[in-house]
């Protein structure tokens, strides 16, 4: 199997860091918005954060559901290329990189609806911030990723193209398509993840 990597986007990575920041204690997360390549690599354009009906504790926390499908939908209508969900991260207390056994079973739902499969992270302050990545097969295995933040010189400017910018606004282009996840539990307690959106048209 070819390598894979993650490249976030500055947007993208500064989302994650001022989330877990603000609810430092306790947990959080987010869903993954972007595109996977050719070559493996999958470029995380957009973070969409948990909501503000959320409920956080230092062990779990739960997402407000219609608050990520909303965003997920606003934010993939702005862009030129439909988006597609890429995979999840949440925050771990302490040292614990690694993923529990509840987790095992979250991500494994999570990755089977995606013939590619999905990326995976669990961010840590000890004492410093720092985030692990994994690919996440269809059948659940695990695959450590390295990552990259992108400073203009990594991802191409065509998968951070907006819509509208320089174009008319009447009309929406065809074969647009709605994200739709259809239940976000809590990552520590995940029982029902069904992951419906669409597969990226291809260049």
Avoid: C
Wanted: hydrophobic share 35%; net charge negative.
């Amino acid at each position: 199997m070819e390598k894979q990597a993650v490249v976030f986007s500055e947007r993208a990575w500064n989302t994650i860091v001022a989330e877990t920041y603000d609810k430092s204690p306790l947990e959080t997360g987010g869903i993954f918005l972007g595109y996977v390549l050719e070559g493996g690599v999958w470029i995380v354009v957009e973070v969409v954060s948990p909501g503000w009906k959320t409920v956080n504790t230092v062990v779990d926390f739960e997402y407000d559901t219609k608050f990520v499908n909303y965003m997920a939908n606003v934010i993939n209508k702005q862009y030129d290329k439909q988006l597609k969900v890429l995979g999840l991260w949440h925050r771990h207390p302490g040292s614990m990189d690694h993923f529990s056994s509840t987790d095992d079973v979250t991500n494994k739902k999570f990755a089977s609806h995606l013939p590619v499969g999905s990326i995976s992270a669990l961010v840590n302050i000890d004492p410093e911030l720092r985030i692990t990545v994994y690919h996440v097969s269809p059948n659940g295995s695990y695959t450590p990723m390295d990552y990259a933040i992108d400073h203009g010189d990594l991802i191409p400017q065509k998968y951070l193209k907006l819509k509208y910018i320089g174009e008319s606004a009447e009309e929406e282009k065809e074969g647009d398509e709605s994200i739709r996840i259809e239940s976000v539990p809590s990552p520590e307690s995940w029982e029902q993840v069904e992951e419906k959106a669409e597969t990226a048209q291809s260049d």
